[in-house]
């Protein structure tokens, strides 16, 4: 990753190698080091970083990165298409320096996980999640739905309906 920092501008060059797609995992990769470097080190922390949380089987929690202060991305010029994608840029469009070229997409979700490279597979993932669900007690109440009373026992000779 060939990200440059300017901290007098608080902008973050990001080369067109590196922004097809710019993964969020590596933007905090290349932040932390600069935060970590000798000229880094005399500057405001750059990045707060959040995710990964373990939610068992080897799925974790997407991860989000926030630039702090002024700080932003500088894609380099051309006629090519960026992507900032694998995570989330909180107040992304606001963080994004744009000077007409290149166009950059923002691919973010507010539900996203990451699997780990423990060699676990996203099936063995996914039953993990579905067993630890069926061990928890999830309260349901169905007597009424939309501040409706509801009767029945969904069954095909007794179907839910509104009393």
């Known amino acids: 990753m060939a990200l440059t920092f300017d901290h007098a501008t608080k902008l973050i060059g990001v080369p067109e190698a590196d922004a097809q797609p ?16 000798a000229r880094g080190i005399a500057y405001d922390q750059i990045l707060d970083a959040t995710g990964k949380s373990d939610l068992g089987g080897g ?24 992507a900032v994608d694998g995570g989330n840029l909180a107040d992304g469009l606001d963080r994004i320096n744009n000077t007409g070229s290149p166009q950059v997409l ?13 060699g676990v597979t996203p099936a063995d993932a996914a039953d993990a999640v579905v067993t630890a669900l069926n061990a928890t007690a999830i309260p349901v109440n169905v007597t009424q ?16 309906r509104a009393a």
Not at 24 to 35: F, G, K, M, P, T
Not at 65 to 76: P, Q, V
Not at 148 to 159: I, M
């Open 22 to 37: 710019l993964l969020i995992q590596d933007l905090v990769n290349a932040i932390r080091e600069e935060e970590a470097s």
């Open 59 to 82: 799925v974790l929690t997407g991860i989000t990165a926030a630039l702090r202060s002024t700080w932003k991305l500088n894609f380099a010029t051309g006629a090519y298409q960026a």
């Open 106 to 118: 923002l691919r973010s979700s507010v539900a996203t996980t990451i699997t780990s490279s423990s």
């Open 145 to 160: 739905v939309n501040s409706t009373t509801v009767v029945g026992d969904g069954s095909d000779g007794n179907p839910w």
